[in-house]
């Protein structure tokens, strides 16, 4: 069963950092690009980066570009978003999106940027 | 970046057939966008329905089938069940940057 499964959310005075990871299971992690995707409460779904399967080339949201950083550890079959310079609006869930053709997602984890 | 658009709300009638677009604000959706479709219904994570356009998954219903429509991407319910009441998402890729529509919640009634 493929399984992709997000951790590290909580909550964080603006400013402040955060780690997500997303450790996936079921099928071949190094052979996929792999992407996060947030949802603000209520709101549609953004994508924010994507990082290649040997973790040489990323892209960003333009927003995003600078704060968060994407990367990857494939023997540990997990990716990461280090987040940085958090904004309010930094808040949402966090998705790890992936797989043959980002055909899986994970369950999501919760980000609240609040002092 | 680009602005990708859906329609805000749809409604269909259970049995009936129904097309959900999606534009882009840099010109005609081409295959070269590679559109994926996902669908989330409240309180889930979104699956991933279609990819390149017209490609569907094992799990995706027969019912739902993907395509370019003018100039945009579309998707097209037939036989819309209760189910299929949800949150629809479009998602283009523009060299290297994805680009998520603004969701589309269709209304099975």
């Known amino acids: 069963e493929v399984q992709l499964v997000e951790s590290g959310g909580g909550l964080v005075q603006p400013g402040g950092s955060l780690r997500l990871s997303c450790v996936g299971s079921?099928?071949?992690?190094?052979?996929?690009?792999i992407n996060w995707v947030r949802q603000a409460p209520g709101k549609g779904l953004e994508w924010l980066a994507s990082?290649?399967?040997?973790?040489?080339?990323?892209h960003y949201l333009d927003s995003v570009r600078g704060r968060f950083i994407i990367s990857r550890d494939n023997a540990r079959n997990t990716l990461f978003l280090q987040m940085d310079s958090v904004r309010a609006e930094d808040t949402a869930v966090y998705y790890c999106?992936?797989?043959?053709?980002?055909?899986?997602w994970g369950q999501g984890v919760l980000v609240t940027v609040s002092s | 970046q680009a602005v990708v658009t859906q329609e805000p709300s749809l409604t269909v009638s259970p049995g009936g057939t129904v097309t959900l677009t999606c534009g882009s604000s840099t010109g005609a959706v081409t295959s070269g966008h590679s559109a994926f479709w996902f669908q989330q219904k409240p309180g889930q994570a979104p699956r991933t329905l279609i990819y390149e356009t017209n490609i569907k998954f094992s799990w995706t219903p027969a019912r739902l089938s993907g395509s370019l429509l003018g100039d945009k991407a579309a998707l097209t319910l037939s036989s819309a069940q209760p189910e299929d009441e949800a949150d629809y998402y479009c998602l283009l890729h523009f060299s290297g940057i994805w680009v998520f529509g603004g969701g589309t919640k269709l209304t099975v009634l």
């Open positions: 999106l992936g797989g043959f053709y980002a055909g899986y």
């Open positions: 079921g099928f071949s992690f190094d052979s996929y690009w």
């Open positions: 990082i290649k399967e040997d973790g040489t080339a990323s």
